[in-house]
């Protein structure tokens, strides 16, 4: 098979599909690999090293997704691609897929096999969301703290507080694997932290591990509760499936919480907790609604590309090795992991909850194959 490794074109996003190290393998098992010229810049890997790996380094997008099968990228296509896209393609990457109906479109319209790593699931895990769902929960309470400073326009507390100060107080909402990351960077930090989840068992994981850390069962008036009280949220909740995230944070929530407090709002890929909430960039990632700041940058991890593209591939490569060698098809119908990862198929939406989100047919991936 041919894989096409593209550089990415979302704003801010410098992530890649694959590292040198996976290419030689991919080459070593008789695959062809045309990596797109300074696709892997910004996670530092140089063309050199990935010609070395046995990549053809080629110079733009046209000739790569005219002659690649297999397109392994990092983010959903852009505007700016979805010309180069059609029916022989397999496209492999986070699509996120239920607040994007034009790009929805695109992908049925040009018959795309269209395979979602936020998807892609073992039982209740989601292993190619995993990783990144770690480096965003960690990062959270970092880029909390710095915009809670007076001179981003937070309200001035520092996270850790001083000595006779009490240092913030943090609420994650949701005690999933971005939730326990966040709450143990946040611990670590010295915040107040307390943990809200629907149910008990995660919470009493948590508290195992992260004894010092407060826990409570969601409720909207035990959430409403907190945030009145809160310098810092971190949302990270997550829908299984695909589905929008729901938006546990109305405006008259938002309206009671202090004037300068810090929403960091995970989970903006699949439309955010918030109703305030829109997607930013790590260029410009804050805005202000009711008097509180709202960072909801959609790719957050990206802005440490040397270990989210390691981490990412890490996790991806043995399903781009099994879609490799056993062409889309194959791997698709033998695999229920990989089959839960596509979204589109011969210009149907195989993904309920992408379907029903978007008012659009669904039609099960078993009676196309």
């Excluded at 990092?74 to 996120?96: A, I, M, N, W």
């Excluded at 929805?104 to 936020?118: D, F, G, N, R, S």
């Excluded at 939406?349 to 039609?363: F, H, I, M, P």
Aim: aromatic share 6%; net charge neutral.
């Amino acid at each position: 098979m041919t894989v096409g490794i593209p550089k990415e074109v979302k704003t801010d996003e410098f992530r890649v599909g694959a590292t040198p190290f996976n290419v030689a393998t991919l080459v070593g098992e008789g695959h062809s690999v045309l990596v797109e010229s300074g696709a892997g810049e910004g996670s530092g890997f140089s063309d050199a090293l990935y010609r070395e790996a046995g990549a053809e380094i080629v110079s733009g997008p046209k000739v790569l997704y005219g002659r690649a099968t297999l397109i392994v990228k990092v983010k959903e296509p852009q505007p700016s691609e979805y010309g180069l896209l059609d029916e022989r393609h397999t496209l492999f990457c986070y699509l996120h897929l239920a607040p994007l109906p034009e790009l929805v479109a695109v992908l049925a319209e040009k018959k795309v096999c269209a395979i979602a790593y936020e998807t892609v699931a073992s039982g209740r895990e989601l292993p190619l969301l995993k990783p990144m769902s770690e480096i965003a929960g960690k990062m959270g309470p970092s880029v909390a703290a710095h915009h809670l400073s007076r001179y981003q326009g937070g309200e001035g507390v520092l996270i850790g507080g001083a000595v006779g100060v009490a240092p913030a107080k943090l609420l994650v909402i949701g005690a999933g694997n971005a939730g326990f990351n966040a709450a143990k960077t946040a611990a670590g930090m010295g915040a107040d932290v307390t943990v809200v989840n629907r149910s008990t068992p995660k919470l009493e994981q948590l508290q195992r591990v992260l004894p010092g850390v407060k826990t409570a069962v969601y409720s909207p008036e035990v959430l409403r509760g907190l945030l009145q009280k809160t310098d810092i949220v971190i949302s990270t909740v997550l829908i299984h499936g695909g589905a929008t995230a729901p938006k546990l944070i109305t405006r008259e929530m938002l309206r009671q919480m202090k004037k300068g407090a810090v929403l960091v709002d995970i989970p903006i890929d699949q439309g955010g907790s918030s109703e305030a909430s829109r997607p930013t960039t790590h260029t410009d990632p804050v805005f202000i609604e009711e008097g509180v700041l709202h960072y909801c940058v959609a790719n957050m991890p990206g802005a440490y590309p040397k270990t989210a593209s390691v981490a990412l591939t890490n996790a991806t490569f043995p399903y781009m090795r099994k879609l490799a060698k056993e062409g889309s098809l194959n791997a698709i119908a033998k695999d229920p992991s990989l089959a839960l990862g596509v979204n589109l198929f011969k210009g149907a939406v195989t993904n309920r909850a992408v379907a029903e989100t978007l008012g659009l047919k669904y039609e099960a991936l078993e009676t196309l194959l």
